[in-house]
C-alpha cells in the first residue's frame, strides 16, 4: 500500500514539529527603514548640467561699464521738442544735428558731451523742472553759502533729480513765494522787466500808515538807483492800517523794503503771497509743490 501523506498544513519538508515561517517583526522594521533611506538618499549633482549666467568678478579685473548713449529720437523727446514718434521725422527731413553734421539715421546715438542742434539752435536733454516753494524765514536765495548759512536749496534738494535755480530772490527775513526751474529761457521771461512778472506782497510795518503815502507809491518813490513805481498800493481788508498790499514788476534789489523805508516805515513782516499769477494758496510754509502742465503754460504764454 501506498504511504498516505500525512504532512500538515502550513508545514515545510514534511515536518510537521515545525511552526509555519513567519518574517520577523525586527527584520521587517530594518527593510523598511532601508527603503526609507534609499528614498531620501539624492544623487550629487552633476555640474556640468548646471552653469551659472552672472560672470564672478574677481580680484584685479574691471569693473564693469555703462553707456550713458541714447537714442537720438529719445534726446529730442527729453528736451521737450516733441514725442518719440514725432522726433523720428524731424530726424528723417533732416533739421536735426548732432556735432554739426545733419543726421537722418534712425536709432543714432548721441552722449553727454554731444551738442544736438534742431533747427540751428542747440537743445538740451535735461528734463525741464519748475517746483513753487513757499519760502520761511531764515533762508537766504542762493546755491550755495561759504559761511555755512541755511539756503533755499536745501528745501528743495528732494523735488527732482535735476538742478533747478530760484528765479529771482528774497531776502533772508523774506517769505513767501519763490520759483525753481532749471528752464534757463523761462527764467529770463521771469525776471526781465520788459515781461513784467507780477508780484504781489503782504507788508506789515511798524506803524500806521498814512494813505497819502500809499498814493505816493503809485506815483513814483525816488531811491538811490532810480524812481520806482508800484501798480497798486492799499490797505488789506479786516486788517489794521499796519498792514498793507502791494504790487509791482519791478525786479529790484529789496525794494519794497526800501520804498517804505524812504517814507520813514520800517517793515515787520514781508510775505510775497503770488509771483506771476502763481498763488501759494494750499502751500503751508516750508513745502513745495511742482506746477502743473496748465500752469507751466500760463507762465510761457504771459
Known amino acids: 500500500m501506498l504511504e498516505m501523506n500525512t504532512r500538515q498544513k502550513g508545514t515545510r519538508g514534511g515536518d510537521s514539529n515545525k511552526k509555519p515561517f513567519n518574517r520577523s517583526k525586527k ?3 530594518t527593510n523598511k527603514k532601508n527603503e526609507d533611506t534609499e528614498r531620501k538618499t539624492v544623487k550629487p549633482k552633476i555640474k556640468s548640467k548646471y552653469i551659472d549666467y552672472k560672470d564672478k568678478l574677481k580680484k584685479g579685473d ?3 561699464t555703462f553707456s550713458l548713449d541714447v537714442r537720438l529720437n529719445k534726446y529730442l523727446s527729453n528736451a521737450g521738442v516733441c514725442s518719440r514718434r514725432d522726433a523720428d521725422v524731424l530726424i528723417s527731413t533732416g533739421v536735426v544735428s548732432v556735432n ?3 543726421i537722418t539715421e534712425m536709432g543714432f546715438k548721441v552722449g ?11 537743445i538740451n536733454a535735461e528734463k525741464k523742472r519748475y517746483v513753487l516753494l513757499n519760502k520761511p524765514k531764515g533762508f537766504i536765495t542762493t546755491m550755495d553759502d561759504p559761511m555755512g548759512r541755511k539756503t533755499v536749496m536745501g528745501l528743495v534738494k528732494k523735488a527732482c533729480k535735476e538742478r533747478i535755480y530760484p528765479v529771482g530772490r528774497l531776502d533772508r527775513e523774506t517769505t513767501g513765494l519763490l520759483l525753481f526751474t532749471n528752464d534757463g529761457d523761462l527764467a529770463k521771461k521771469l525776471t526781465h522787466p520788459k515781461h513784467k512778472a507780477s508780484k504781489i506782497y ?3 510795518l511798524n506803524k500806521k500808515v498814512v494813505k497819502e503815502d500809499l498814493q505816493k507809491l503809485v506815483e513814483g518813490i525816488k531811491l538811490e538807483d532810480g524812481t520806482t513805481k508800484f501798480d497798486k498800493a ?6 489794521t492800517a499796519k498792514d498793507v498790499g502791494v504790487e509791482l514788476h519791478s525786479g529790484k534789489n529789496r525794494i519794497v523794503r526800501r520804498s517804505f523805508e524812504a517814507m520813514g516805515y520800517k517793515v515787520v513782516k514781508l510775505d510775497r503771497v503770488t509771483f506771476a499769477g502763481l498763488s501759494k494758496r494750499d502751500l503751508p510754509r516750508g513745502m513745495y509743490r511742482k506746477l502743473s502742465e496748465k500752469e507751466v503754460a500760463f507762465l510761457k504764454m504771459s
Open 234 to 239: 492799499s490797505y488789506i481788508s479786516d486788517a
Open 100 to 102: 554739426g553734421k545733419i
Open 112 to 122: 553727454p558731451t554731444d551738442v544736438v542742434k534742431y533747427d540751428g539752435e542747440s
Open 202 to 204: 503782504h507788508v506789515t
Open 62 to 64: 574691471p569693473l564693469p
Open 27 to 29: 527584520s521587517t522594521r
